[in-house]
Every structure is written in C-alpha cells, then in structure tokens.
C-alpha cells in the first residue's frame, strides 16, 4: 500500500486422493480384505488469507490476519453403496457351540474373508468450515518488545459417520454362505427415519484467544522471553438429550467443550555465553488445537437419533438373541436368505419402534467435569562450535533434551460394562449394565493425567569447503495410556492394549522409537562455468515400533472371558508358571508350543503375572534417499537444473534392504485364542466353557501363535523421481 502498510492476499486451493485396502489382517485373527472392501479418500481444500502489516511509529507496528478455509472429504468403497458388508467364515461348516474351542456361533476358528463396503465407509462425509480473525499489536519499549495478540476461530461442523447403515453381515463358514445363512446381522440407522443423513453431526465451535508476550533483553547476550496464553471454547449447540443414558448413569450426555478455558503460561530464554557457545530453554504449558473430531461423536451417537442392532443366530428356539412378539419372524428375515443389497422391512421396523432396542441404543458422551487436554513441555539445548586442532575449526556440537507430561489428556471406557468379579490373574471381569445382554456400548471421553515422554539428541556438524557431513543420534522414552490413533470414539477405546479389560493400559507408548540415527553427506561443486553438480545422501537407521503380547477373546459380540466389546484382541496376555492352576492348554502341544514362544520372544521374565503394554519390539529399520542434481545453462541469462531423487535406494540395490517389517496396526500380537473355564480342568482335557454369568475358575489356552512381523509394502519399496526446474 505504502512504506508503512502492506497487505497480501492468498488463495490455495488442494485436491488429493488416497486408496486404502481394509480388514486384511496377517496377525491373529487372521482376514483378507477383497477390494470391493476398499475405498479411495478424496480430499479438496480451498483457503484464502487476507494479511494487513503497518507500522504506525518506529517502535509501535500492528498485524491483522484472517483466513477462510474449506475442507471437503468424501471417503468412496471401491464397489459403490449398493451392497451392505459380508464377513465370511472359511470354516467349512459351522461347528455348534460346544465349549471353549467354539463357544458361539459366531466365533470363527479359520480366516475370515470381507467385500463390500466396510462398515465406516457406509455412511461417511466431512466437511468443515473454518474462519479465524487474529490480530498482533508489538511495542518497542527499550530493552522489552511487549507482543499483544487476540484471535477468534470459528469452525462450522457437518460430519456423516453412521457405521452399518448398509448392515454387517457375518457368515460362520462357506457352507452357510453358499446357502445364505447368516450367524449375525448388524445394522443401524438413523430413526425413525433410516435416512443416514439425519444422523450427522451438525455444529458450530468457537474459540477465541488473548494472550501477551515480553521479549526482554536483560544484557546483551540474554534474552529472556515470557508470557501468558488463555483459551475460552464455546459450541452453539448441544446434542440431544438421551433420557435413557440420563437413567441409566445420572448425568446427560449432553456435556460439551462450551465454557472450558486453558491458562497457557510460558518462559523462555537464549543466552551466548561465549562466541562459541550458545544455550537456551524454556517450560510452558501447551493445549491443542479446537477438540471438534472428539466432540463430533457425542452429536453422531446420541441413542437418540440413531439406533443399532446386533442380532446373533443361536440355539433358542426363535433361532437368535431378538426379544420381540415376532421375534421368529425377525430372526428369520434377518438370517435366511440374505442378499446383501436390503434390510428386511421387519428388521427395520424392529430398529425403529422396538422401545427397548431404542431405549438400549449405543451413546458416546464427554464427562460432565471433563477439562481441556494440556500438557506441560520443557527444553534445554546447547550449542557449540568447536576448534579440534588438527581436524579443523567450525564442528558444530548441539545436545538438546525435550521433556513433556501430560496434565490432562483423553481417554475412553465403555460405561455400558460394569464389573462382574475377578478373573484367575486378579484383572476386573466386566459384564453388561444392569445384566442386560447387548452388545452396544456407552463410549465415554475422561481425563487421564498420564502420560509423559523424555527424548536426548546429541547431533554435529562439519563442512569441508564443498563437503559438508552431518549425524545425530536421539534416545527416546515415551509412555501413554491412550494411543488417540482415531477420529472416532469406538476406535480411540478399542484400538489400544487392555490390563484391565475396560481401561486402556498405561506403558510404553507405539509412538517410542527408541533409538534414532540419522546422517547426511552432502557434496557441491561446479565443474565447469557457474554451473554445480550436487550429491546429496540421507539415511535413517531406527528401532523398531512396540508391540504388545495379547490374548483374543474370540467369542463374538461381547466377550464371555474379559465381558467387553470390540477389544477382545488386544487384552495383554497373562504368561503362566510351570504348573500354574490359572491356565490350562487344550493339548500338551499347545502348552508347550507357548513355553518355547514365550522364551523366544523373552517374556519369561513376566511369568505369573500380566505382561507390561508394549514390552515387545519390531525389528529395526533401515533406510537411505540420495539425490542428484546438475544445472546447466539456458536461454537469456536463465538456468536450468536436472535433478533425480531415489527413495530407499537400499532397496533398489537389493529388494531385501531397506524394508520396514512390523506386527500391523493396532500393533498387537494375540499369543493365543482364550476361554473361561468354570472349573480348574488339567490340560488336554476338555472343559466346560464358562457364560458371564459362571465364575471364570481358570483360563483355557488354544491356537499358540508366534508374532507375524508383516513386510510394510509401500514403506519399503523405491521410488524414483527425475524432474527439470527453471530459474530465472
């Protein structure tokens, strides 16, 4: 505008697209994704940014900023909408339930096959809208630059995510499926409409923000720098009363993130204690960003506009677990004859006007007193440029050391299970509220205060006129008690590693990689003219990500050994003792394929109690890039510069190099498939199975299963990009 006042103005707009493969599973239980049960995620993103800088005085200056963004995803199944999910048992006939090696009929002992669109690909749209206004004023004062700054962010939510709207349908062998006959249906939808429309989250967020900062210059060579952040969240809206979760917990679940605020203060400093040294740190406290993808869930499952059913063959005589007058006639449209492509007018009836389906409707809730997530962050470094004499002058030396621990973080339990006594190794055995069987659940966000992580990183630095060479090496330590590997609350409760089988487990964190060395060499020259040639090389040597050692509970819908749902896989496995009248095995072979598998892996040490969250580690990865530039002259005094960068090229020398094999996501390993027995049987003979509602007296062991370490396939391929690039 003039010497005193600039503005920009900024458009971007971004569209991508991904595919991804679901449900194959290489580790126990095993299962293979068709591709019909893929999808491709489409991403398009329009921002535009208006920024106003003016200088008003020599010491007085103001910034005004504000932004609009637009964020549109559409997550597309590979085979369209028109077909629910198939899950399909490759046992060749259904085995009746007879005890622990088959404990229902929808417990599958063999690999399990799926197609069609995955559950959470039914229904499934995001868009958001974001409008941020932030405005800096900065005053010089002498030794003291005082930051003022106030900002308002408002971000308008649509999120569609109702999953089994097209329903799920699981056949327990190729026999039942050829002859359409399925073990388990679950479906839900929006009521009592069954458009999945009418289930999405629609809702506002504001935050606004004021905060000030003092950059002081004590002396000339330490600055000291601190100040205070404070946010205020408020929503427009509230979900839904649910009257039945009112009832059943004595609170609503109509709690948002309105009315919570995070005080944010913070210390800094940078002193040069000498020409060649240099050291500075700080300590605050950090929240994050607008909690929007958490707080979607509690609008998404309300048990009010939604309802689900979960309905399971058995040996009654209506043929399934449905309490209705008709419950013959649903259990039968429901499980005979099934095509996939329609739910039958009676299920969804039942769905939409059975009072106790809809009063037992799954809900996810914040609790009432649930504070901001926060954690307090704290850095010291050291930086240092060495003369070692005969190597030569200008080593840069750095060593630094983060340290963060939670204050408040998220974590969910399932409140629909409640304790129901101990199991042999001392951990809560959990059962259905109230005693009344469902497979729904209550998904609850609380605080937890744990939570904590140290990383040391030594690194250096040298040039040698047109060779310059680099390294570090980084140890880390971190520990959680909740992964947060999902936008979703059914997948941040069960996508974790279970002590107690309610309560995700605090330890070592998936994201601890616990020895880190990078290093770089880097060559420049030109060989003729003005003209460089550049040889640049990258490597990363890495451990390998944890993993937990687990059991499966494989009994289908709510588990009869640990009583939750949808986290019988990950519970951390109990190692027994010689002789240990906690576990017994289904044959001698089986216990002593465990013994040989537990000293191989090293667990021995953990025997007669609970092994810890993620004592297990993945193999090592190694990896290293290269890049290789020439420019050249060009027309009109411009260059042009040749380039190819090579991606892993360990790799390409060798297709065993530089691959990343790990135990896949949620990184567990079930060791072994377990039951409940009622009574303490000897191994190899067979025993009575126990229900929820029979004391569990011992554990039953089958299916011993090693760790499939799983080769990452796009990780560990080459990649090869050549490009040319103008400059003018």
Known sequence: INDDHRAALTYIRNKGNQQFQQNTFLTAPFALGFQSNGYELLEEVNTGIFELNSTWSDNFSTQFRASYRDYNRDQTPFGGREFGQFEVCTDATTILPTGPLNPSLTSCNGTRLFFGPDVSRQSND??????SIDFTAKLDAGDHAIRFMLGFTSVDTFNLFLQRSLGDTYFDSIA???????????????VPSLDPNDAAANFGTQNWTIGIQDDWQVTDNLTMTYG???????NDVRPPLNPNFTARYGYSNRSTFSGRGVFQPRFGFNWEASDRLNIRGGVGIFAGGTPDVFLSNSFSNTGQLTNALDIQRNTTANGCNVVATNAAQICSDALINVDGRTIDPSVAAFLTTNIASLAAAPTDALVPDLRLARKIKASLQADYEADLGPLGDGWLFGAQFLYDKNIWGYQWTDIRSVPNGTLPDGRTRYAPFGGVATTNRDLLLFNSNKGR???ATARF????GDLSID???TRSNVKDVAALTSSTAASNYAQNAFSDPNFSAYGRSIYEFTDQWKFGIDYKHAFFGENETRFSLFGEYRSGRPYSATLLDDAG???TTFGTVGNLGNMLAYIPTVGDTR???DSAASEAAFNTLVDTLGLGKYRGRIVPKNSLTSPDFFKVDVRVSQELPALFGSQLEVFADIENVLNLIDSDWGSLRQVQFPYNAALARVTCLTAATPTGTAGTAATLNQQCAQYRYRAVLAPNEVLQTRVSLYGIRVGVRLKF
């Open 461 to 464: 630095a040298k040039e040698f």
């Open 228 to 234: 205070l952040r404070y946010d205020l969240f408020n």
């Open 557 to 559: 819908g709510r588990g």
């Open 126 to 131: 995001l868009n958001t809208s974001n409008t």
């Open 583 to 585: 576990v017994s095995f």
């Open 471 to 473: 390294g570090s090496y």
């Open 453 to 455: 992580a140290w990383f």
């Open 176 to 190: 039942d499926f050829q002859a359409r006959r399925a073990s388990r249906l679950r479906y839900a939808n929006a």
